[in-house]
């Protein structure tokens, strides 16, 4: 665990010993305590961890109201003019309906979907809200800060505090509860950001760091992604593939406001694409494949192709009152609770079935339907995965967003050459899981599927394109577009 040096730095101000600190700490989510667990954010307006019961009501009357107006309404381009309204409003009353529905299944601890990556816009009313668990059973005091770093997460930015914070450089986290209804015992801490003490003066990266307030060593880190939303997209982001069966092709054309005339291109604007919040295999463009007429192209003839994957495996735990779909065996032991997965095996040359999946997300939760939610527990997961033999020069690992999408021991599995398969154990908390097998080949850190799941060009994915422009003295860089947006070909 490293030491937190930079929080006494950013009290003394000295800019230049900020960033000799920052050299060691990479740009990426990890952990540094064993006994954190169950890291979760949601994106939300202030105002979004209420039920949209009365927005729903709101949307009735006003489609009712039209539709009245509509019976009385003689002129022909009038009446069809309220129909579109109609239709509209009636599209935006099924989307909320459809939300609060998943909200009420899913009975999440904050109100709000599901996202890949937590992105939010400068100067707005949106919050990323962050939960996480404490196994310790020692309280222990948590603080965190924000740190800049550059587009492509190799370094933190030779920026003072001043300069991308409003308010405070760091803030406690007061709000924590103790479950009293768990066999494992653990305190469950949440905290948003940005807030009323600290919040970021300027767009780009940054990196949350989440310490021990007493001791100053950090506890693990988070990417954060802030918007400014300067350059947009002018037409729908289309998604197509010239590799019928094999890859994933995104393509979309960004404009840029007037006072960027002067930028270079090839120079000033970078682009990322990520698939379903993974960083391993982000396509990175640093030069538009056309800029013309302030408009910049990416994709079409210069490919931004993804290996497409297979609808994620998954892990239904909401209770462990019983064994639900996928669980071979559940125990109820006096002072722990042990699942047992069925059997799995390569999918390599199995059909892709469609169904609805979390794009390799998570979500925990203690409750089914017609259940009442309580404190949710964790149980020992055990995977089984069989094999004649064992991959060569490769291990074989679990993952997903519950694992930050890197190779983590206490995910990988071992090869049991007696049973003939490959098991392993995860502690993992009551909720839905998504998750993929991958191999970890030697002199590689890119998650391999290839061998183990397959891929299926109908598959759904959910893409994020990142858009940076470095300013004129070359300091930091932009974030001035995001779009995220779900792929499905069926």
Same mark, same amino acid.
């Given at each position: &665990? ?9 009290? /003394? ?61 003689d002129?022909?381009?009038k ?6 309204n ?5 599209r935006? @009353? ?24 937590p992105?939010i ?21 948590y603080?965190y800060t ?22 405070? /450089? ?67 982001v ?16 960004? /404009? ?17 694409v ?7 295999n ?5 030069k ?7 408009r ?9 192709g ?10 239904? &735990? ?6 639900q ?7 109820q ?22 169904y ?8 925990? &939760? ?47 599995? /071992?090869?049991n050459?007696? =049973? ?7 502690f ?14 030697k002199g590689?850190?890119? @998650? ?27 300091r930091?860089? =932009? ?7 779900s792929?499905?070909y069926?």
């Amino acid at each position: &665990m490293k030491a937190l040096y930079f929080f006494v730095l950013f009290l /003394s101000g000295s800019i230049g010993l900020l960033a000799q600190d920052f050299e060691e700490l990479p740009g990426e989510n990890a952990i540094y305590f064993d006994d954190i667990k169950s890291i979760e954010f949601r994106v939300l307006l202030n105002d979004d961890h209420a039920d949209p019961t009365a927005q729903i009501g709101a949307l009735n009357e006003e489609i009712a109201q039209l539709r009245s107006l509509g019976k009385v309404e003689d002129n022909p381009d009038k009446q069809e003019a309220i129909l579109d309204n109609i239709a509209t409003k009636e599209r935006t @009353l099924n989307s909320v309906y459809n939300d609060k529905s998943e909200r009420d299944k899913w009975n999440l601890r904050f109100a709000a979907p599901l996202s890949a990556l937590p992105i939010i816009n400068l100067n707005s009313e949106q919050a990323i809200y962050y939960a996480f668990d404490d196994l310790n059973e020692n309280p222990t005091g948590y603080s965190y800060t924000v740190i800049p770093f550059s587009w492509d997460w190799a370094a933190p930015l030779d920026l003072a505090s001043s300069e991308y914070l409003n308010g405070f /450089s760091s803030s406690e986290i007061r709000d924590y509860v103790y479950p009293e209804l768990t066999v494992t015992n653990y305190t469950a801490y949440r905290f948003h950001f940005p807030n009323n003490e600290i919040s970021p003066a300027i767009s780009g990266n940054y990196l949350l760091v989440v310490y021990e307030t007493n001791s100053e060593e950090v506890a693990f880190t988070r990417r954060i992604f802030v918007a400014s939303q300067e350059f947009p997209f002018v037409d729908d982001v289309r998604n197509n593939s010239f590799d019928r069966d094999s890859l994933q092709n995104i393509n979309f054309t960004i /404009s840029y406001p007037e006072k960027y005339n002067k930028l270079a291109p090839d120079r000033d604007v970078k682009v990322v694409v990520i698939q379903n919040g993974r960083f391993d295999n982000a396509i990175i463009r640093e030069k538009p494949a056309l800029a013309m007429n302030g408009r910049l192209r990416y994709g079409y003839q210069d490919k931004m192709g993804f290996q497409p994957g297979k609808e994620f495996r998954y892990i239904m &735990m909401q209770t462990l009152n019983y064994a639900q779909v996928g669980t071979q065996l559940l125990n109820q032991n006096k002072d722990n609770y042990e699942v047992y997965l069925a059997p799995q095996e390569e999918r390599v040359y199995h059909p892709n079935f469609f169904y609805r999946d979390l794009n390799g997300k998570f979500v925990t &939760m203690n409750g089914v339907q017609n259940e009442e939610p309580g404190d949710a527990d964790y149980a020992h997961v055990y995977f089984t995965y069989y094999r004649d033999d064992p991959y060569y020069q490769a291990d074989l690992y679990v993952v997903g967003q519950f694992t930050d999408w890197q190779f983590k021991d206490e995910y990988r599995l /071992s090869y049991n050459n007696r =049973k003939g398969h490959y098991e392993g154990e995860a502690f993992l908390k009551q909720g839905y899981y998504d998750y993929y097998y991958a191999l970890k080949k030697k002199g590689s850190n890119r @998650l391999n599927i290839d061998q183990t799941e397959g891929h299926t060009f109908q598959t759904s994915n959910e893409y994020t394109i990142l858009v940076y422009y470095t300013t004129p003295n070359g300091r930091f860089e =932009k974030l001035v577009a995001t779009r995220t947006l779900s792929v499905n070909y069926w």
